[in-house]
């Protein structure tokens, strides 16, 4: 993969690992076609020493071919919904792909909701409205690194709103034969909690909690989080709701 000094490449730019971290940081790749947002976002990773940015490009095709060449897919990726080209969506199935590992933080904007369930079902893991603090954002990176899938408020309002209005045929919550304990493992995933705070809450082994995770992707027939979370709103098969919004 090429490297380049900060600022001085055109397209994918790679970027140093920040100083200070006592463990690995949190590899991030940023795929946004917006120059100015792209630098602004590459700027606040770079001041996070938990985090980093080894790559970051212009386009899913760049980030795509630099994945071909790559010691290793990152740990996680910043994709925008509404890049040109490819658009982000298919970069995610597409990355997805070829890096299952890899889990996907969209970045959108308020106009985009037609586009949140699909991102979900090509394995995005959640949303940021690219309106987000600073913060707001690292902090969703390092929850999504802890086994989290951040989902902004506005945009879990917007995915009940659309799976509301939605019907199915396959919305019986017996046709999924989940067990208690692995549906009280579903409502807490989609209130946002990590797989250890599950565990604590229901006071047993994070061994037992990821169990139930994945015996509930496959009763569901998802492989994320997010696929999981989506189904649950979907087919209102929990009975609470997104955090922020009630």
């Not at 309106?131 to 506005?154: H, K, M, Q, T």
């Not at 696929?227 to 955090?243: D, H, I």
Request: contains cysteine; glycine residues 10%.
């Amino acid at each position: 993969m090429p490297r380049c000094g900060a600022g001085s490449c055109e397209g994918a730019r790679v970027t140093n690992r920040p100083a200070g971290a006592d463990r690995p940081p949190v590899d991030v790749w940023l795929i946004e076609d917006n120059q100015l947002y792209r630098e602004s976002i590459t700027g606040l990773i770079e001041g996070a020493a938990d985090i980093e940015c080894s790559l970051a490009a212009g386009s899913c095709e760049e980030a795509l071919a630099a994945l071909e060449s790559a010691a290793a897919p990152p740990s996680m990726v910043l994709m925008d919904i509404g890049l040109d080209g490819m658009s982000g969506i298919e970069g995610t199935r597409r990355l997805r792909a070829l890096a299952p590992s890899t889990r996907v933080i969209m970045l959108t904007v308020h106009d985009e909701r037609a586009s949140i369930f699909e991102a979900i079902r090509v394995g995005a893991t959640g949303y940021l409205l690219k309106s987000s603090r600073g913060e707001e954002i690292l902090d969703a990176i390092r929850s999504v690194a802890a086994g989290a899938a951040p989902i902004n408020g506005y945009i879990a309002r917007k995915m009940l709103d659309m799976f509301s209005g939605m019907t199915t045929a396959a919305s019986s919550e017996s046709d999924y034969r989940l067990t208690a304990r692995e549906r009280e493992v579903l409502e807490l995933l989609v209130e946002g909690l990590i797989l250890k705070q599950i565990a604590d809450r229901m006071g047993v082994s994070y061994h037992t909690v990821d169990t139930h995770v994945r015996n509930i992707y496959d009763k569901l027939q998802v492989n994320s989080r997010g696929g999981a979370v989506a189904k649950a709103l979907r087919e209102r098969l929990v009975r609470r709701t997104v955090p922020g919004t009630g």
